[in-house]
T-cell receptor
Framework: DSGVTQTPKHLITATGQRVTLRCSPRSGDLSVYWYQQSLDQGLQFLIHYYNGEERAKGNILERFSAQQFPDLHSELNLSSLELGDSALYFC????????????FGEGSRLTVL | AQSVAQPEDQVNVAEGNPLTVKCTYSVSGNPYLFWYVQYPNRGLQFLLKYITGDNLVKGSYGFEAEFNKSQTSFHLKKPSALVSDSALYFCAVREPGANNLFFGTGTRLTVIP
């Protein structure tokens, strides 16, 4: 158990809908990262938050947004969903140091029908 | 820009034999290098990292990796493979000052009994 909690584990929805994925980092970790894992594109970095502030953006679509709350949990919002958004979405957390490893949650599997 | 290449999508090895999973990287400056393992329907688990110092890094579950600066490689190795080592392995790199890990496309390791 990494200590990172993600909910829901599975989500099935329709095209055009909006979903919210939630992540609780390990106790004491200030950094939260979101990654998307799909079969054809591997593990893609989406966005990084540190102590409530956005620090880096990767290949995140404009239809997607995220935030980190004062209690350090984070949410990833996906809107106007398309079939191609079906993927496994991972949250990871880390301590402050830039050389630290990331600790991953179990992921949220999104299926868009 | 940072990049990671895992040239083999699939590696098969007999139980008890040594295994190697290859990784090469490209970064500006001195890299921070990581290996992660993903078991079916699970999140990524940290195996080991290279930051500085000894080129041979030892990690979890008997795995080790050798950093080779001249060849820009960071191959994962284990002297004697177990069936339970069968999983998806990801190499990752972080450039100094970067906020995220950049992952390779993964190598599926199958250990044959």
């Amino acid at each position: 158990d990494s200590g990172v909690t993600q909910t829901p584990k599975h989500l099935i929805t329709a095209t055009g809908q909006r979903v919210t994925l939630r992540c609780s980092p390990r106790s004491g970790d200030l950094s939260v990262y979101w990654y998307q894992q799909s079969l054809d594109q591997g593990l893609q970095f989406l966005i990084h938050y540190y102590n409530g502030e956005e620090r880096a953006k990767g290949n995140i679509l404009e239809r997607f947004s995220a935030q980190q709350f004062p209690d350090l949990h984070s949410e990833l919002n996906l809107s106007s969903l398309e079939l191609g958004d079906s993927a496994l979405y991972f949250c990871a957390s880390s301590v402050r140091t830039a050389i630290g490893e990331l600790f991953f949650g179990e992921g949220s599997r999104l299926t868009v029908l | 820009a940072q990049s990671v290449a895992q040239p083999e999508d699939q590696v098969n090895v007999a139980e008890g034999n040594p295994l190697t999973v290859k990784c090469t990287y490209s970064v500006s400056g001195n890299p921070y290098l990581f290996w992660y393992v993903q078991y079916p329907n699970r999140g990524l688990q940290f195996l080991l990292k290279y930051i500085t110092g000894d080129n041979l890094v030892k990690g979890s579950y008997g795995f080790e990796a050798e950093f080779n600066k001249s060849q820009t490689s960071f191959h994962l190795k284990k002297p004697s493979a177990l069936v339970s080592d069968s999983a998806l392995y990801f190499c990752a790199v972080r450039e100094p000052g970067a906020n995220n890990l950049f992952f390779g496309t993964g190598t599926r390791l199958t250990v044959i009994p």
